[in-house]
């Protein structure tokens, strides 16, 4: 069966263009992202790489370890790692991992054969200090993700996990957060010193708790 939320995260060892990765030791207490791509020297693919390297300062501030992964060897990224700089301007600055036998898109459920039998399909797992599986959102090979979206998931999952709160429709950093239904108006006055405001008994609003 396919991995689902709340799952704990297979560990594994796998080569990358950062040398050997041991999953578990190189997350260590950060939150992670294992991210798939299809295949090397492919144009969505390639666009999509540059802009993980771009973002890198957004994840490293957010604690988080990211880890692409796409089906052929390390020397294939090695050769493929100077056309993601040519192409976006930024240079691979995260392990890639070469997966040529499928043994980690097998393990994470990458590969979806009704799609195709060789290449993986774009995954998106993020995972948390606990090891357990926060979010996986599957694209297919035609369609590059929004990794602004990736952060912005981050952002929500981080901030629920240090308080009891979740986020609306459409949240972003910084906009108003919905206190948990399981948290008492006493026990929100307590929590919330901001205050809140009450649309529905079950939908109450206050500001972000850590800014
Ligand atoms: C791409 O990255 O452009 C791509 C890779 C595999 C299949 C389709 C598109």
């Known amino acids: 069966m396919a991995l689902q939320i709340g799952d704990v995260a297979p560990d594994f060892t796998a080569e990358s263009t950062a040398g050997t990765i041991h999953f578990y030791d190189y997350l260590g207490d950060s939150w992670g992202i294992l991210f798939s791509h299809p295949k090397d020297f492919?144009?969505?693919c390639t666009t999509e790489l540059g802009e993980v390297a771009r973002l890198k300062s957004e994840f490293d501030k957010r604690n988080t370890k990211v880890v692409g992964l796409?089906?052929?060897d390390v020397a294939s990224h090695n050769g493929w790692s100077g056309d993601i700089k040519d192409a976006t301007g930024y240079e691979l600055n995260f392990p890639l991992l070469g997966d040529p036998d499928h043994k980690v898109a097998d393990l994470y459920g990458m590969i979806h054969p009704n799609a195709s039998d060789t290449l993986t399909v774009r995954s998106?797992?993020?995972i948390g200090p606990d090891k357990k599986i926060k979010l996986e959102i599957t694209y297919p090979a035609s369609t590059g993700r929004n990794f602004q979206e990736i952060l912005?998931?981050?952002d929500s999952l981080q901030l629920s996990a240090s308080y009891?709160?979740?986020t609306p429709v459409n949240w972003h950093e910084g906009e108003d957060v919905i206190i948990a239904t399981s948290v008492s108006d006493e026990e929100a006055r307590e929590?919330?010193?901001k205050g809140f405001r009450e649309v529905k008994p079950y939908l109450r609003f206050t500001p972000q708790p850590n800014r």
Do not use: E
């Open 191 to 193: 929590k919330f010193p």
């Open 70 to 72: 796409s089906v052929d």
């Open 164 to 166: 009891s709160v979740s």
């Open 124 to 126: 998106v797992y993020v």
């Open 42 to 44: 492919t144009p969505v």
């Open 152 to 154: 912005r998931v981050l």
